[in-house]
């Protein structure tokens, strides 16, 4: 009886973990989703990704996935992948480790039934990495206070920084914790948020993306 109990559990466990690595966008008759199997990932192993749609797909940097922001790897999809298209409904690529540190960061898959246009967007870290998001997606309404939290995970000391919008983008000055709380957020404010310790080369950094709606709560 243990022994189905367990099995069962790992049933169910298994399920949950597929659900908390779904990120889903669905307006309409076009409905796109992209899942991350193993978010995070160690250092010498694979990664894949998933992208189940209606309507057509769009190419992003000439292939079927995008990556949102330079999180130092650049933007343009890496050689080293191997990409499987099932029924012409769903596309998966594995990116394997000689990707390195390009296996970091923000993808998306864009999709499109010819009047309306939607992406996803998922995310993927090092296992190892410094600090982790509580939450990979955070949402407030226009002009309510908003926090992005990470979570320390290793040993490491010194200066924390926060940037948005990935190379290139805005380092947040003074933003120098775990946190990062806006008092009033606006749309300008919605992106890509990275938290890492200063002068990190690893790619150890936490990433994680604010959504702000257009309409005030309430």
Known sequence: METVWKAQARRWLGFLFVLVCLTQSVTGVVDVTIVSKYQFFGESEDTRLYCYYTG????????????????????????????????????????????????????????????????????????????????????????????????????????????????????LTGQNGLSLTIASVQSSDEGIYECYYQGDTDRKQGIMRLIVRGVPAG
């Open 56 to 171: 057509s797909y769009i190419s992003q940097n000439g292939y079927q996935f995008g990556v949102e922001v330079d999180t130092g790897a650049g933007t343009t999809f890496h050689s080293q992948r191997g990409t499987t298209k099932v029924s012409g409904v769903w596309w998966s690529t594995n990116i394997l480790v000689r990707a390195g540190d390009f296996r970091v960061g923000a993808f998306s898959c864009l999709v499109s039934d010819g009047s309306q246009t939607e992406k996803a967007t998922t995310f993927k870290m090092k296992s190892e990495a410094d600090v982790w998001p509580v939450a990979f997606t955070v949402t407030a309404s226009l002009g309510d206070p908003v926090t992005l939290q990470m979570v320390q995970k290793s040993g490491r000391t010194g200066t924390l920084e926060w940037r948005k919008g990935g190379v290139g983008g805005t380092a």
